[in-house]
């Protein structure tokens, strides 16, 4: 195979310096690890030897090809050490003087020919090589944590980087056994820009009082297939991490509300509760396992009322269908008997509201999500209001329980759990392909392989209906009057025709 880099040098040997350069060993690279700290470096080469060697011992990998990878791994004691390179990643400190300051460095030392990388996260691949002589030579090349099971890579081409760079680095990527994804010079680029919608949203709705961590976590998982909810999430990779990243972005993009950050990670990051490295974020943890308090108990109730389901409910039919299947005695008069209990499927608006406009006794109403085909779920979720009495509130629990489907209830607030986060997800991807950040294929797939979504953010939206998306966003709008859930003209205009990956002529 014709690698497309010979000789390559990472800059930086933590945990992703390390992960870069056992991919590109593996490649077929000469690699060449340079650290500050020298007994770095020959700590970084240990652990890859040591990852290949439990890959041998599990028969995953031939004591040939491990002596080989061996033989192409090595120590830099000096940044002159790498001047013959043909391509420089840099992996160290998301500091951008620092950055700056390595590369006129390194632009001096090297080839006219070397192309120049940086594995930053957050920061302007432009304002990085702002200062160099040649710009052109220099790119963006993000990997993600742990670089050789997180199997995307984001190909980054600042203002000025000639478009064969960004070539090269591709195919570079692919033989690396990774998947490319090119992205434009904006803040976050892909993955870090369309997780805002996922976290941030979720910090907001725990402000407001609606849930706590946990049962904001079980629900995104259960309803949606989150693979860890976003306090999961915010514990894992740790707020002296995503915080920053958070302020970041939102600073770069000049506030836009959509990405604002919360004081909820303000203060833990403040007070070093930053998740589970140091035993503690939004969990506690023992031995390394989250110490997570039990699911909410469903009330025993001995009598069921009658239910009267709202005629502007959401899959209403499915909805009715389902309480049939539970057995429960359903009204089917223009209004609801005086004893029954009162159920609304509202998209985006609170039940509150839906109780006042439609007239009705909001001691007895209820709210139940059906953004989601019930299905497809393993969760049902319920929201009382402020005047929902406590015997409709576990009556309507233990009813949505009967078949043994796991329930939340939460309080009232515009949109549920679900509609809130989902919604704003695929605003935000909307809004990338707006701005031309990338194309939807390879939004959707980094954002599937980088942050681990069950399906991309626009196929998201297919599943759910670009319309149903857009009235929840809508009507999140007149609750809260808030920007932050503007709808994007791009989701508007795909509204009536699909976000399918196929239309992409906008």
Not at 313 to 322: H, I, N
Request: glycine share 8%.
């Amino acid at each position: 195979m014709n690698i497309a880099f010979q000789q390559v040098a990472v800059i930086g040997a933590g945990a992703m310096g390390r992960g870069i350069a056992q991919i590109a060993a593996q490649a077929g690279s000469q690699v060449f690890l340079y650290d500050t700290q020298a007994e770095a470096s020959q700590k970084a080469l240990i652990a890859v030897h040591q990852v290949w060697d439990s890959l041998l011992a599990k028969g995953r990998l031939d004591s040939e090809t491990v002596g080989r990878y061996k033989t192409q791994l090595h120590t830099a004691s000096q940044l002159q050490d790498l001047k013959n390179c043909d391509l420089i990643v840099e992996a160290i400190v998301e500091r951008l003087d620092i950055k700056k300051s390595l590369f006129l460095e390194l632009e001096n030392l090297v080839s006219e020919s070397t192309v120049l990388v940086t594995n930053t996260s957050s920061l302007s691949v432009t304002a990085i090589a702002a200062a160099l002589k040649r710009p052109a030579q220099f790119a963006g090349y993000h990997f993600f944590n742990p670089v050789p099971l997180m199997k995307v890579v984001e190909v980054i081409a600042g203002l000025k980087t000639n478009s064969d760079v960004c070539v090269r680095l591709t195919a570079f990527a692919k033989q690396m056994g990774h998947t490319p994804v090119q992205a434009n010079d904006t803040p976050g680029f892909i993955v870090n820009h369309a997780g805002r919608g996922y976290g941030t949203e979720a910090l907001r709705i725990v402000s407001e009082g609606v849930a706590d961590f946990a049962t904001i976590d079980r629900i995104l998982k259960d309803q949606v297939g989150f693979k860890l909810g976003p306090f999961e999430l915010f514990d894992l990779t740790a707020l002296d991490v995503s915080h920053p990243v958070m302020e970041s972005i939102y600073n770069q993009y000049y506030q836009e509300p959509r990405y604002r950050p919360s004081v909820i990670t303000a203060q833990r990051l403040a007070g070093g509760v930053v998740g589970k490295k140091v035993g503690e974020g939004f969990y506690k943890y023992q031995d390394g396992k989250a110490i997570v308090a039990p699911d909410q108990a469903v009330p025993e109730v001995k009598e069921f009322p009658p239910v009267w389901v709202s005629p502007r409910a959401s899959r209403r039919l499915e909805l009715l269908q389902l309480l049939k299947d539970l057995g429960a005695t359903i009204e089917t008069g223009a209004s609801p008997s005086p004893h029954a209990l009162t159920l609304v499927a509202p998209l985006g608006f609170d039940v509150t509201t839906v109780a006042v406009v439609e007239r009705l006794d909001p001691a007895r109403t209820i709210g139940i999500d059906m953004l989601f085909d019930d299905a497809g779920t393993k969760r049902r979720v319920l929201a009382t209001n402020p005047a929902t009495r406590s015997d409709m509130r576990d009556a309507a629990h233990a009813l949505f329980a009967k078949d043994g489907k796991a329930v939340s209830v939460v309080r009232d607030s515009g949109g549920f759990i679900t509609q809130r986060v989902v919604a704003n997800i695929v605003n935000i991807a909307s809004d990338m392909c707006q701005q031309g950040v990338c194309s939807p294929q390879d939004l959707d797939v980094a954002v599937t392989l980088g942050l681990g979504y069950p399906v991309g953010p626009l196929a998201l939206g297919d599943k759910l209906g670009p319309t149903n998306v857009l009235e929840v966003l809508f009507n999140l709008q007149t609750v809260y009057g808030d920007p932050r859930y503007r709808p994007s003209p791009w989701l508007r205009r795909r509204g009536a025709i699909g976000l399918s990956l196929l239309h992409t002529e906008d």
